[in-house]
């Protein structure tokens, strides 16, 4: 099947620092992506959409100045977390659907974010 | 507005007894139908999916699940449950690109 990557995998900073998430699609071009949060033992949370070539669209709720996202090819897209923050420290996973139609989405490994 | 129900946080199983998730969904319009699961620490890993046709889809590892258009359910089962099938199951629904993902069932399968 088609395959996702993250990285980092996991990833430690210090309060209001930025950090950022690579999210690339490995065998097939995705022009659509998303990004999800999620706590432990919780369902994923939808953040934003990540459209290659135009802005991404964020889900109510989700602050698009501190969730930055840009989606600079058809194989990658980015969330950089802005000044973040203990409360900020979460489980983030991105995923691409394959091809125009809807079919399952693939999923990325997910990258574990701790501030301190 | 999509939603995805899944009424049982755990279910724990003895090895090579039949397994069951349950979820049902509510959407308007045709319904698209998936099933993922989430091992420790790791993204989710698609197990199958319903979009029409036949009302029992197959999928990897041994699993199944039965789509029911009266019931708005997509039950999840797996005839004889491994130790190795312990882990995190989420029901999905996507009436677009998007994803609604159901609260997740913890399965445990004990040896």
Redesign the interface.
């Known amino acids: 099947?088609a395959v996702?990557s993250?990285h980092p995998s996991w990833v430690i900073c210090k309060s209001g620092t930025s950090v950022k998430i690579e999210c690339r699609s490995l065998d097939f071009q995705a022009t659509?992506m998303?990004w999800y949060r999620q706590f432990p033992?919780?369902?994923?949370m939808?953040m934003a959409?990540s459209n290659e070539g135009s802005k991404a669209t964020y889900e109510q709720g989700v602050e698009k100045d501190k969730f930055l996202i840009n989606h600079a090819s058809l194989t990658l897209s980015t969330l950089t977390v802005t000044s973040a923050h203990p409360e900020d420290s979460s489980?983030y996973?991105c995923?691409a659907?394959p091809g125009t139609s809807?079919?399952?989405?693939?999923?990325?490994?997910?990258t574990?974010l701790t501030v301190l | 507005a999509q939603s995805v129900a899944q009424p049982e946080d755990q279910v724990n199983v003895a090895e090579g007894n039949p397994l069951t998730v349950k979820c049902t969904y509510s959407v308007s319009g045709n319904p698209y139908l998936f099933w993922y699961v989430q091992y420790p620490n790791r993204g989710l890993q698609f197990l199958l999916k319903y979009i029409t046709g036949d009302n029992l889809v197959k999928g990897s590892y041994g699993f199944e699940a039965e789509f029911n258009k009266s019931q708005t359910s997509f039950h999840l089962k797996k005839p004889s449950a491994l130790v190795s099938d312990s882990a995190l199951y989420f029901c999905a629904v996507s009436p677009d690109y998007k994803l609604s993902f159901g609260a997740g069932t913890t399965v445990t399968v004990r040896a």
């Open positions: 099947g996702v993250q659509t998303f033992k919780q369902s994923l939808l959409t489980f996973i995923s659907p809807r079919n399952e989405q693939f999923f990325g490994p997910g574990r």
